[in-house]
């Protein structure tokens, strides 16, 4: 499903990561919250699609040694996982979004995010 096209000039185009079932994870954790906090989400999404950067490391952070970013909110802290499509330039894939908890992200969304990624790069 695509979340923002992309614009004549613009760096990137996002996705949503669809799984076998036809579910998009990204698309119901959206619904689940809070429709301002949703926009907020976004405008994150258009400004890095538009521009090709978040600078504000409390919006959006790369993981180190891993294939993977977040676009974050915080108060309440969620967090949206995602990856660079290794087959299509300038393509992102949201995995799925999550209620942050600890300091840390949790192993256990890395690796749901790796799985999907693995699971779209397959599919496409």
Do not use: C
């Not at 613009?10 to 079932?21: G, K, L, M, P, Y």
């Not at 036809?22 to 949703?38: A, M, N, R």
């Not at 919006?59 to 967090?79: D, H, M, S, W």
């Not at 942050?100 to 949790?106: E, F, G, I, L, M």
């Amino acid at each position: 499903m695509i979340l923002v096209p992309k614009g004549n000039g613009w760096f990137f185009e996002i996705h949503s990561f669809e799984d076998s079932r036809g579910k998009i994870p990204v698309e119901e954790f959206l619904d689940s919250i809070e429709e301002k906090v949703t926009l907020k989400f976004f405008a994150l999404f258009v400004r890095m699609a538009e521009i090709g950067r978040i600078e504000n490391p409390d919006q959006f952070e790369v993981f180190k040694g891993e294939p993977l970013f977040e676009f974050k909110n915080t108060k309440p802290n969620y967090r949206i996982l995602g990856f660079h499509s290794s087959k299509i330039r300038g393509l992102m894939v949201l995995t799925h979004g999550f209620t942050k908890k600890t300091k840390k992200t949790p192993p256990g969304e890395i690796k749901l995010a790796k799985k999907r990624m693995e699971e779209y790069e397959k599919r496409n």
